[in-house]
Structures are given as C-alpha cells and as structure tokens.
C-alpha cells in the first residue's frame, strides 16, 4: 500500500486526524479575506467583459506573429482616429493570426479600421474579415445564466433537502457553492481575464464539481451521526471531523485527477493558442475546481457543524460528552473510551434494578464468583473440584 494509501487507511479508522472543524475559525477568516479581496476587485477593477457582452466589431486577418504585431497593429487602428474607437484590443490567435476587437463604430469607421489592419499586417482589404456583435446578444446569454443559476440554487437546496432530510445541510452547501462562484468571480476581475460565454459556461459547471464534493463529505457525516444522541461519544463536531478526515484523502485524489487535464487545457489555451474559448473555459474550471475542493473540506463540514451544534439536543450531547471527558481525563476531540459510555448509559437509563443474590465479600468486577457446593482441595487437574458423593450413597 503507498504511504499515501496508509495514510488514508489510518484516517479513516480515526487512528490520526486533524482537526478541521476545532479551527473552523481559522478557515471562515480565510475564505473572508478571500471574499474582501474578490469584493474589492470587483468593485474597483469590474470584470473585463468581453465584445459578446458590450457589443462591438471584431476583426482578424492571416498574418507572421512577430514580438512587434500587437503593437504595430493597435497604433495602425488608433491612427484612424475612428469616432468612439477607445482602446482596442489587439491579441494574437496561434501564431498566424492577429484579431481587433472595437466599440461600435459608424459603418465608414469599419471599412476605415478594416483599411488600415489590411495594410498594416501587408494583406488585401477584402482579406481582412469583419463582424459586428451586438450587446444585447450578451445581455440575452447573461440573463440566462443567472436564471439558470437560480433555477439551479433552488433545486439544489431542494434535493439535498429531500436526499439528507435536514435543510442545515442544504443551507451549508448552498452557502459553500455561492463561496466558490463569488471567488472563482473575483479571480477574473483581480487578472483582467475576459469574461465570455465560454467563461460562464466554466462557472456553472463548477457549480456541480464543488457540489458533488460537498455532498460525498455530508453523506459521510450523516453515516457517522446517525443515531448519536444515543451515545456519549462524540458531539456532532466531533463526528463531522472524522467525516472530513475519512474523506480527504479521496477529495485530494479526485481535484487533483480533475485539475491536472485542465490545467493543460489552460496552458494549452493560453500559451499555444493564445486568447480564445479554450482559455476562458479552463481557467474558470481550474479556479472554480481547487476553490470548490477547498470548500467542500473546510468550509461546507464547519457550517454544518456550526448550524446542528445550536440544536438543543445536540447542546445537550455536547454537555454529556465534555462532562465524560472530564471525568476521564480524555483529551478534547478524542472518543470516549466505549466501555466508559456504556457504564454511563446504564446508570443514565434511569434507576438500577437491584441484585439482591448473595454476593462474596471479596468478589469484584469480572471476577468469577464462589460456587456454594463443597470442594476437595486437590485434584489431578491442580485446582480444587466439586466434591460429590458416590451415586451409591446419594440415595435413590
């Protein structure tokens, strides 16, 4: 078995753990931080949206990338001196063609820019293709994917709902997912990315990754409390821990299967291709995937912790299985010894019945007790033996 395998094994038999849920303080502050810094991005810097989405003109022509193309190109198309031109943008696609992309220009502005690309990278005018993108194409694509991602949000909360019986876990995981899309959001505004409709397509899909992470932790814990009210074991904190350390090491294994073909579609898209869907579409999975693993550890399990633990059963649990721990002198977060839980659980089940057999005065616990028939003190077996009378001298 590999070490990391071993590893596992002794996790998940509660042989070693870390303790996630104990430092969920520590967590929540980080994800805050992360969510302050995403918030400020975005607020400060907004999100680059690409010309689907603010409409505008996109040109490209064949050309010999040099290290000067982008630059020779955007003082051709600023030279124009086009009305409402701004800034254009200018990226290389592989390394044979170069793409423009514009405001909405006048029509004589069009042809003027699609002049001065055609002579700058050294091709005939009708070479140099053109397409107009309205905004309210982007505004139609937006509008959809924040119904869809409602109408996602609510099923959601429903099924988990249904699948855990408890609306805490929904709560959690709703909270864990929105988590991951505002930071996953955030990134792109901190970068500069565009944001195209391949970007959204990698948002919503990373809507049901983090999700399926998330539910395998809860399944886990759902299996680990079932019935623990009736123990004094473990609070529900306790037992959502060893949920999370049973499961990490397959959580670890399945981002990290998942984030190493994606990130070579990412360097793929952005280092041999250049700007394209390609790249919009790995890098919102690869930031949506390593967020949403980290969220399904650290922070879905806490909340869930965090909204059972102010149930008054399970505040009552807790009591019980600090008082114990006390009592023992077991260190916090470790089990209490079974045979110390079944001890007080007798005497919890209301009064003892009492024994009114004979007992030794010497006997204790587990001690075999003194049988009451005569004994012979030696024997071929070396320990005494019931004396019993013939069958002749019993009597019929």
């Not at 031109?85 to 990226?91: K, M, N, R």
């Not at 919009?280 to 930031?287: E, I, M, R, T």
């Not at 024994?355 to 616990?365: C, E, H, I, V």
């Not at 075999?368 to 013939?390: D, E, F, L, M, Y």
């Amino acid at each position: 078995m590999s070490k990391l395998g071993t590893i596992g094994a002794r996790l998940h038999r509660g042989e070693v753990s870390y303790d996630f849920i104990g430092k969920r303080k520590i967590w929540f502050a980080v994800s805050i931080a992360l969510i302050v810094i995403s918030l400020g991005s975005l607020l400060a810097k907004g999100l680059a949206l690409g010309i689907e989405f603010k409409g505008g003109v996109e040109y490209q022509a064949k050309v010999k990338i040099t290290n000067s193309t982008v630059d020779d190109v955007t003082a051709a198309v600023k030279a124009t001196n086009a009305k409402d031109l701004g800034d254009p943008v200018v990226t290389t696609v592989g390394d044979d063609q170069v793409r423009v992309q514009t405001k909405p220009l006048a029509q004589d502005d069009i042809v003027k820019v699609r002049q001065a690309i055609g002579k700058e990278v050294g091709v005939a005018t009708d070479q140099v293709s053109n397409q107009q993108i309205g905004a309210s194409w982007g505004s139609q694509i937006a509008n959809k994917a924040i119904l869809a991602l409602i109408v996602f949000l609510v099923l959601v909360f429903g099924v988990i709902w249904a699948y855990f019986r408890e609306p805490k876990a929904s709560m959690a995981a709703i909270i864990a997912l929105i988590h991951d899309v505002f930071i996953t959001v955030g990134v792109y505004a901190l970068i500069g990315f565009d944001v195209t409709p391949a970007t959204v397509i990698g948002v919503l899909t990373i809507l049901g990754y983090s999700l399926y992470d998330t539910v395998v932790v809860f399944d886990k814990v759902r299996e680990n409390t079932r019935g623990i009210t009736g123990s004094n074991r473990f609070t529900y904190s306790d037992a959502t821990n060893l949920a999370v350390n049973q499961t990490i090491v397959r959580s670890i294994n399945t981002t990290l299967i998942a984030l190493m073909p994606v990130g070579s579609i990412l360097v793929v898209g952005t280092v041999v291709l250049g700007t394209g869907p390609l790249k919009d579409l790995s890098l919102a999975l690869f930031v949506g995937i390593a967020v949403g693993a980290y969220s399904s550890i650290f922070i879905a399990p806490a909340l869930l912790a965090l909204f059972k633990e102010r149930e008054p059963g399970m505040q009552a649990l807790s009591r019980r299985v600090l008082a114990k721990r006390a009592q023992l002198g077991v260190a916090a977060g470790a089990p209490v010894p079974a045979g110390a839980v079944a001890g007080a659980a007798r005497t919890s089940d209301g009064p003892r019945v009492q024994d009114d057999r004979p007992k030794a005065a010497s006997a204790t616990a587990g001690a075999p007790t003194a049988s009451s028939r005569p004994v012979r003190p030696t024997s071929g077996a070396g320990r005494p033996q019931p004396a019993r009378k013939p069958r002749s001298k019993r009597g019929k």
